[in-house]
């Protein structure tokens, strides 16, 4: 389990290099008083507090919530204001707590339960799927269970392999689990809160290394009813030339990479997944009728992954309107290593994302014809 | 005493090991501290024999201590000195004999059907162990949980769900208590509180758990007026899954409304339950992690039923969790698939002689509580609706194919719930656009 808890120096949401090892500066946590920003770590906490005081029946419960405010100061604040009934610390016992949450969630109260990473939710994964997603289905409907599963997911920063895998693939799998993956300070709090009012089970895969990102945030998001809709994608930035999906960090990465091509001559445009299930099809597909060509990137392992399935869900759909093959960037295929360079080799980089738009444009290669 | 638990609330007692085996008329003795009996010597010896290679085991006392808590001890000696006290009135005798065999008869039509092809899958049959179900369960009210595992058939007819539409589930019908979705491993019923039905063994205990958790939550943080008691029933072999410990942990830990409820027959599976614990005496982890822990002989429904109560009690009272150990046996395999060849046919034959129905009949019959036509009237009534049960189910019809993709999420289309309350999916301009605040 991780003892440390990381923050990073950031300026204005473009992320410093993931890989300085050492000492890491712990940057002042104070609201920005330049309004309308707000770190995803704020977001989060504001949306579990709006929605714990707005619904008696929502509890958190998790390792460290409490007390420690939250392993990575989610849930700062959160003990003091709403007692120890409500904010539950647990023992280390994922299985039992998050059974207990399922057991819970039958009866109508909405838990929400906290990983201290998804890599521990592996104990507890016969809850998540056998007793909270099936049960509504296996009970014809009698069984309803509202319930989120949070915490961090992917790869943080030399954490080694057992800490670094990204989960999303092995949930979106899942009939009766809705699985959300936000990047933004805008979306982890209208996520957040649409998924705790939610009568289904959601997976809430937050990124560790957002947590500290500032991002500018609307009024409307600021205000308590704010939720964004499940299973939508949100197009972050228009193009007409490339389409990249990418979700949680990776969103950032993409953002980046865009940026470099449209120097280039090259117009992406990037899809924020949000919801990694249900998948917004219809948003993918017509996005690749506009643009002919498609770069999906992810974090996670590349075999069957979120990668593959947009792959073959573009194919089904949209398959007259490929111009090029589909180019899927993804973690490499090893359990991640520890050294920091190996490790930055081991996620994809804004580099890699540029040279896959740039390959599926046909501009990689001397021979291209121009765009 | 050989047993060396923590005692800060329990009392162990030792056992008169000079009772006998042949104790199917032990219903009539008034219940005394000596009367709680788990294994006899000779069951002991005979589990031992079976199993030569665990030599360790057999140097150990072939006497088993039950072990109770103090306000339950104090209870049986008070109840010993009026030996005219019988346990049970007419009506509530009439009431436990015929939900236990109810119990019987639906298990055996489930065989037979299963036989005929009408029933598949997997079915665990609960033939031998309704005194447990039946004690229990027919002290809780309406709204108190009941989880179970594989084997739930009979915990669903106890609590209350009607014998029609479980027999309906288990031929895959929709007029199934889970319309045909769940199956027999698999039985809900919100309406008499069932929470399941759970395939993985281990996996319905922090779910019991949680329920009790919410009551207590309702009670302290809602402040509704709640009361309300989870029982968790699990088998022998789920005593060693990590899950079971954990919650042992949390439920005393927080003092949660539940009585964990092992309905130990001996075997899982094919794997007997000393071959496959180290420490086979279930009921002393109870105490380990502070609650009390009681051992009763789970073939007589009348001394299941008075540690019930007095566990239910306790929970209900605010008190905290209990561990009871039921020492049952089943009559039949595992599951319908199992060919039952690792146990030993005079080990059957032993406890077939406890038969726990044949056991309150004597019981009754004895104390003069009812007539032999009272009860070959309820046969009869049972009987009939057992085969009624199964005529409704041939009859009705199976699921319709657009059936297959419903009940996949509460919210209809798994849109989730706008900021106006309302599902998204209804709204008309949901699927204008991209995602916008």
Redesign the interface.
């Given at each position: 389990m991780l003892g440390v808890i990381r923050q990073r120096v950031t300026c204005r949401g473009i992320p410093t290099s993931t890989l300085e090892q050492g000492m890491r500066v712990v940057a002042s946590r104070a609201f920005s008083s330049s309004a309308k920003e707000m770190t995803v770590r704020e977001a989060l906490n504001s949306a579990l507090d709006e929605e714990m005081s707005a619904d008696?029946?929502v509890?958190l419960m998790g390792e460290e919530v409490g007390e420690y405010q939250g392993a990575y100061k989610i849930s700062k604040g959160l003990l003091e204001k709403y007692g120890p009934?409500?904010v539950v610390d647990?023992?280390i016992?994922e299985?039992?707590?998050?059974?207990?949450?399922?057991?819970?969630?039958?009866?109508?109260?909405k838990p929400v339960i906290e990983f201290m990473t998804f890599n521990f939710s592996m104990q507890a994964i016969?809850?998540i799927i056998?007793?909270a997603a099936k049960?509504?289905?296996?009970?014809?409907?009698?069984?309803?269970?509202?319930i989120v599963f949070r915490g961090p997911n992917g790869a943080a920063a030399g954490v080694g392999a057992q800490h670094s895998q990204c989960y999303a693939a092995w949930y979106g799998s899942i009939?009766?689990l809705?699985v959300l993956a936000p990047y933004s300070s805008?979306d982890a709090r209208?996520l957040l809160k649409?998924?705790i009012?939610?009568?289904?089970p959601v997976v809430f895969l937050e990124n560790e290394l957002l947590y500290g990102e500032s991002f500018p945030i609307?009024a409307?998001?600021l205000d308590s009813?704010?939720?964004?809709?499940?299973?939508?994608?949100?197009?972050e930035r228009e193009g007409k030339d490339v389409t990249i999906t990418a979700f949680s960090k990776m969103v950032g990465y993409a953002l980046q990479a865009a940026g470099i091509l449209a120097k280039e001559g090259i117009s992406a445009e990037v899809i924020n997944l949000?919801s990694i299930r249900?998948l917004d099809r219809?948003?993918i597909n017509a996005s690749v009728r506009k643009t002919n060509r498609l770069v999906t990137v992810e974090e996670g392992f590349p075999q069957h992954g979120v990668g593959a399935e947009i792959c073959a869900s573009v194919l089904e759909d949209s398959f007259e309107y490929l111009d090029a093959p589909v180019e899927r960037i993804a973690g490499a295929d090893v359990p991640m290593p520890y050294a920091a360079n190996l490790e930055r080799m081991a996620v994809p980089q804004v580099e890699d994302i540029v040279r896959a738009a740039k390959r599926s444009c046909y501009r990689s290669s001397s021979l291209a014809a121009t765009a | 005493m050989a047993c060396s638990a923590t005692a800060q609330i329990i009392q162990p007692l030792s056992i008169n090991s000079a009772r006998s085996v042949d104790n199917s008329d032990a219903c009539t003795k008034t219940l005394s501290p000596s009367s709680f009996l788990g294994s006899t010597p000779r069951i002991n010896k005979k589990l031992f024999a079976v199993n030569k290679s665990i030599s360790p085991l057999a140097r150990r006392p072939t006497t088993v201590f039950a072990v109770s808590s103090d306000v339950v001890k104090e209870k049986k000696l008070k109840s010993n000195s009026s030996l005219s006290n019988l346990l049970i009135t007419k009506k509530e005798g009439l009431e436990l004999y015929e939900d236990m065999y109810l119990g019987r008869a639906f298990e055996d039509m489930c065989a037979q059907m299963y036989y005929r092809g009408k029933m598949f899958g997997f079915v665990h049959l609960y033939n031998g162990q309704e005194a447990v179900s039946t004690g229990f369960i027919k002290l809780l009210k309406k709204e108190d949980y009941v989880v179970s595992t594989y084997r739930d058939h009979v915990h669903s007819l106890s609590k209350g769900v009607p014998a029609r539409e479980v027999m309906s589930e288990l031929f895959g019908k929709t007029t199934g208590c889970c319309r045909g979705q769940g199956g027999s491993m698999h039985m809900f019923s919100k309406e008499h509180n069932v929470l399941g039905g759970f395939a993985f063994i281990g996996e319905g205990i922090p779910v019991a758990t949680g329920a009790a958790f919410t009551s207590k939550y309702k009670r302290e943080v809602l402040k509704e007026d709640c009361d309300e008691v989870a029982l968790a029933f699990f088998g022998d072999g789920t005593c060693n899954n990590g899950q079971f410990f954990e919650c042992l942990n949390m439920a005393a830990l927080w003092k949660l409304p539940i009585v964990f409820v092992v309905e130990n027959n001996l075997w899982a599976i094919g794997m007997s339950h000393v071959r496959a614990t180290s420490d086979p005496q279930i009921w002393k982890k109870g105490p380990a992690f502070g609650m009390p822990g009681i051992h009763v002989d789970g073939m007589d429904v009348l001394k299941v039923r008075e540690v019930a109560k007095e566990a239910i009690d306790r929970a209900r009272r605010g008190e905290g969790p209990t561990l009871v150990e039921c020492e049952t046996y089943r009559f039949r395999g595992h599951s319908l698939a199992d060919p039952d060849e690792l146990r030993d046919p005079a080990e059957k034959a032993h406890y077939a002689t406890r038969d726990p129905i044949t056991a309150l009949k004597k019981y009754m019959a004895e104390n003069k509580l009812v007539s032999e036509a009272e009860l070959k009237a309820i046969d009869k009534k049972i009987d009939e609706l057992v085969e009624d049960a199964v005529e409704f189910a041939d009859k009705s019809p199976v699921p319709a194919r657009s059936q297959l993709l419903e009940n996949v999420f509460a919210d209809p289309r798994g849109f989730g719930i706008g900021p106006n309350g309302k599902y998204r999916c209804e709204d008309p301009k949901f699927t204008e656009g991209t995602a916008q605040v």
């Open positions: 008696p029946r509890f009934d409500r647990t023992p016992t299985a039992g707590f998050t059974g207990i949450g399922v057991g819970a969630a039958y009866y109508g109260l016969d809850h056998n007793s049960s509504n289905y296996m009970s014809a409907g009698q069984i309803s269970v509202p009939p009766g809705k805008e209208g649409a998924a009012r939610d009568p289904d609307s409307e998001t009813s704010f939720s964004l809709p499940i299973g939508k994608a949100k197009i949000r249900p219809s948003t | -």
